[in-house]
């Protein structure tokens, strides 16, 4: 869960997933109690580590920590560790539950993954990222590291690349930013094999196809066919795709997968109160 924090926190620096705009006058202490949650939520566990990360004092980071213990927001480990605690749990299930998108996708989520064994997401962009609202996991190889409420860049993903579809303009910074972004790790930037001309070009190519695609850039030895949900209004408003490991997905077979996710993005957007040809 990534939150807002105080603009004077390191957290806050353009870039960084946590980056929002300043709060509103007076709502410091807010500001500040929810910069502490997203650091928690960030690996940050310990109180030196909390206050470093946000940028407010021990003394004042420790007298936040004890509200939401008392709240339920974070907990404390046996070891003095802090974690996430049940009351975040329980807002954010109702948050996923209450989103519509959630609500209509569920029974043609099921259908698709009947159909196909493979792994099912649904999923939407929330500031700037993906946003994992549902997972079916597939009957078959390896699980994914993907979860609900798990976030990933819109760049490296199927379902990320689906819900750029009507955003040329945003391509290549994206493309540019996420691997920044990347660090050093095997699965990073520099395994990427696109420039970013040639990143502009396959989602030229997707756009017109109306489906994207994932080809072990997220997750090594996983592949995705991925399509955009769209609204009444004919706005993208989400995105579902069918993923799974390499040996299940042949050239051909992601061939075969298009007209299936594009049928079940169809349903799912129905439902919606999309129209074909409402674009």
Known sequence: MSLPVPPDSPAARPGTRAATTPPPPGTQTLARGIAVVDAVARGHVRLREIAAETGIGRSTTHRLLQLLLATGYVRQLDDGRYALGPALIELGYQALQENPVADVAAGPLRT?????????????????????????????GAEMRSRVGHRMPLTRTGVGKALL???????????????????????????????????????????????????????????????PVRDASGAIAAAVSVSATRPYMPPARVEALVPVVLD?????????????GGR
Not at 264 to 276: M, N, W
């Open 264 to 276: 079940a993005a169809a349903t799912i957007a129905s439902g919606l109160g999309h129209r074909p």
């Open 112 to 140: 698709l993954a009947a159909r196909v064994a493979d792994t099912v997401h649904l999923a939407i962009e929330d500031r700037g990222q993906v946003l994992y609202l549902d997972k079916i996991p597939g009957t078959r």
């Open 165 to 227: 579809l009507d955003q040329p303009a945003r391509w290549r910074e994206l493309f540019v930013a996420e691997r920044r972004v990347g660090g050093d790790a095997p699965d990073g930037p520099e395994a990427d094999v696109l420039t970013p001309d040639e990143f502009v070009a396959v989602m030229e190519t997707s756009a017109r196809r109306g489906v994207a695609f994932d080809l072990e850039e997220n997750e090594p030895g996983i592949l995705c066919v991925a399509a």
